[in-house]
């Protein structure tokens, strides 16, 4: 009966095609007369993926012709870090099919959005290939105040918001070249490492595109959700597509909140111009079935501002309703999934 059950947990897999007893999440079998208890510890204890995982090893359990008369009782306990005390409730990515759409500009004004709005807010910059948060929250040359005490990281603090950024590990102009393993390890740093404290929103900022090392970011963040933003360019689009078909795959799947149009148009003598085509993300989004979060117009204001250091929602009022009806929609959204 063991071998049976143990064969039935090697078929399940999750990402990087390790089984879950390879992964070291299964922690202990119990047989009895009339009753199998599996006993699972995972640092990524998000719902839908405790879901998922007592769905898999029932089924795979039920394949191994197991009498209908045993009940199968599954525990996840969640493998919590005892180094900090961080209760981070939700954790949100904000992802992008390409760089350059506006992904941390919007990052940046939703965390701050967050924070006006009372919250306890966090923001992860996890973007390799461009970490522009120290920028937009003025705080490029503070790299050296994030400290270590006694093995712990501590954020910087900017516009009520606690921020470490992947750039805090580089110098200024410096590229970055991360392998798979180190963004790993320090990523998970970032996570299980940092004194977050208490936390009602950690907003991470994703590298864009899709790749191996977005399959082990998901996989070491335990992601409540995640926003898109794209504009409504075709080929913004088709990169998001294929972004959405990574989170949308059976073994990594985070539900997507939405998707956020940036740049949808200029005015221009007081009439609308499509610069990146019209309604190219509300097409979109209708054909995938995500909910349409909101559109941000290109203004110049938002660039002055970001460039400056400063998040726009703070000093212009056209960008901060837009900005926090978007926020508005995201938790609702999230109220719906948990
Ligand atoms: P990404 O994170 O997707 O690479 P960024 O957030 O860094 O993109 O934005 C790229 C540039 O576009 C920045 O200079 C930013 O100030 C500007 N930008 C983003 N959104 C807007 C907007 N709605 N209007 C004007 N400029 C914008």
């Not at 995982?53 to 209908?68: A, E, G």
């Amino acid at each position: 009966m063991k071998k049976k059950i143990e064969k039935a947990l090697k078929n399940v897999i999750i990402i990087d095609n390790k089984n879950i007893i390879e992964s070291g999440w299964v922690k202990k079998i119990d047989l009895l007369d009339n009753e199998i208890k599996i006993y699972l510890s995972l640092s990524n204890p998000a719902m839908h993926i405790k879901n998922k995982l007592i769905k898999d090893i029932t089924h795979s359990i039920k394949n191994q012709n197991i009498s209908d008369t045993i009940s199968i009782k599954i525990e996840i306990k969640s493998d919590t870090n005892t180094k900090t005390k961080s209760i981070i409730k939700n954790i949100i990515a904000v992802a992008s099919g390409k760089g350059g759409v506006g992904k941390s500009t919007i990052a940046t004004n939703i965390a701050v959005t967050l924070v006006k709005m009372g919250f306890h807010v966090g923001l992860l910059d996890a973007d390799i290939y461009g970490p522009s948060i120290p920028l937009m929250f003025n705080i490029e040359n503070k790299s050296v105040n994030f400290q270590y005490k006694n093995g712990i990281m501590n954020p910087v603090t900017s516009y009520g918001v606690k921020i470490l950024s992947i750039g805090f590990f580089s110098k200024y102009g410096q590229a970055i070249v991360w392998r798979g393993p180190m963004v790993t390890k320090v990523l998970r740093q970032f996570m299980h490492e940092t004194n977050w404290g208490k936390l009602d929103f950690l907003i991470v900022d994703l590298p864009p595109g899709t790749g191996d090392i977005h399959l082990s970011l998901l996989q070491e963040i335990p992601l409540k959700g995640i926003v898109i933003v794209s504009t409504s360019q075709k080929i913004a689009l088709s990169d998001v597509n294929r972004s959405v078909g990574m989170f949308r795959i059976e073994s990594i799947y985070v539900p997507i909140l939405g998707i956020i149009e940036n740049m949808s148009y200029v005015l221009s003598k007081k009439e609308k111009c499509y610069f990146f085509g019209k309604n190219g993300v509300k097409d979109f989004s209708k054909k995938m079935n995500i909910f349409f979060l909101g559109e941000i117009p290109m203004l110049q204001k938002i660039r002055e501002y970001s460039d400056l250091g400063t998040p726009v929602v703070l000093e212009n009022e056209e960008t901060r309703n837009i900005f926090m009806n978007i926020t508005k929609n995201i938790i609702n959204k999230l109220h719906g999934i948990t």
